[in-house]
C-alpha cells in the first residue's frame, strides 16, 4: 500500500495570507489526524477527522481549520498566517476512530515570512 | 500542556552501546506508542504496549511499562549511526481518544 502523501512539502508564505494543506491517508484509512510541530513546543495536535466528521480537537484557535471528504482525504486550513505558524504540519491516518498505530506522512513544511 | 515528557532530553552514545529513555505521563492510559523521527521528516511507529502489558520486544527494542508509576522506558541494545534520531512517547489517555506525543529524546549515536 502506498504511504501517507502530503502536498505540499514546503510552502513560503506571508503574514495574513491563508494556506491550505492536503493529506491523502494510507488506502483504508479512515481516521486522519493533523499535527504540528515547532522547536518551542514541540509535536501539537490540530484535530482529528473521521469518516468526514471531526472528532477530537485539540488547543488551537479558529483559524485553523479542516475538513475530510468521502474518500478519506483530509485538508487543513490556516487563515491570517501569524509568523508562530511557520512549523513542520504532519499528517497521519490509521484505520479506525482510536488513537491506535499512526501511520505519519513527510509532513509540510510551512514558513511565514 | 503535554501528557508525557521524556528524559534525558538528549543522549550522546557510541556504536554498539545500549541507550535507554524514559517517558512519564500523567492520566491513565488505554495504551502508550514508541515513534521515531529522523530530522525534519515523518514519525514511524515502532512499539504499541498496552496498559495490561509491562514489557514487550521487537527487534532490538525492548520497552516497559509501569501503570502505577505512569512511566515507560525505551531500550535499544547495541545501537547503530542510523538510530540516531528523535524518540517520542504518545500515549492515548484512557478519558479521551487523543493521542498526545511527548517533548521527546534526540539520541545521537557516533561510528
Known amino acids: 500500500k502506498a504511504g501517507v502523501t502530503q502536498t505540499p512539502r514546503y510552502l513560503i508564505k506571508t503574514r495574513g495570507q491563508q494556506v491550505t494543506l492536503s493529506c491523502s491517508p494510507i488506502?483504508?484509512?479512515?481516521?486522519v489526524s493533523w499535527y504540528q510541530q515547532t522547536p518551542g513546543q514541540g509535536l501539537q495536535f490540530l484535530f482529528e477527522?473521521?469518516?468526514?466528521?471531526?472528532?477530537n480537537k485539540g488547543n488551537f484557535p479558529g483559524r485553523f481549520s479542516g475538513r475530510q471528504f468521502s474518500n478519506s482525504r483530509s485538508e487543513m486550513n490556516v487563515s491570517t498566517l501569524e509568523l508562530g505558524d511557520s512549523a513542520l504540519y504532519l499528517c497521519a491516518s490509521s484505520p479506525g476512530p482510536q488513537a491506535d498505530t499512526q501511520y505519519f506522512g513527510p509532513g509540510t513544511r510551512l514558513t511565514v515570512l | 500542556s503535554q501528557q508525557g515528557e521524556e528524559d534525558p532530553q538528549a543522549l550522546s552514545i557510541q556504536e554498539g552501546e545500549n541507550a535507554t529513555m524514559n517517558c512519564s505521563y500523567k492520566?491513565?492510559?488505554?495504551?502508550l506508542q514508541w515513534y521515531r523521527q529522523n530530522s525534519g521528516r515523518g514519525l514511524v511507529h515502532l512499539i504499541l504496549?498496552?496498559?495490561?502489558?509491562r514489557e514487550k520486544h521487537s527487534g532490538r527494542l525492548r520497552v516497559t511499562l509501569d501503570t502505577s508509576k505512569k512511566s515507560s522506558s525505551l531500550l535499544i541494545t547495541a545501537s547503530r549511526a542510523a538510530d540516531t534520531a528523535s524518540y517520542f512517547c504518545?500515549?492515548?489517555?484512557?478519558?479521551?481518544?487523543?493521542?498526545?506525543f511527548g517533548t521527546g529524546t534526540r539520541l545521537q549515536v557516533f561510528p
Open positions: 477527522y473521521f469518516s468526514e466528521t471531526q472528532r
Open positions: 504496549i498496552r496498559s495490561n502489558e
Open positions: 492520566t491513565s492510559i488505554n495504551n
Open positions: 488506502s483504508g484509512h479512515r481516521s
Open positions: 504518545a500515549t492515548d489517555a484512557s478519558n479521551t481518544d487523543k493521542l498526545i
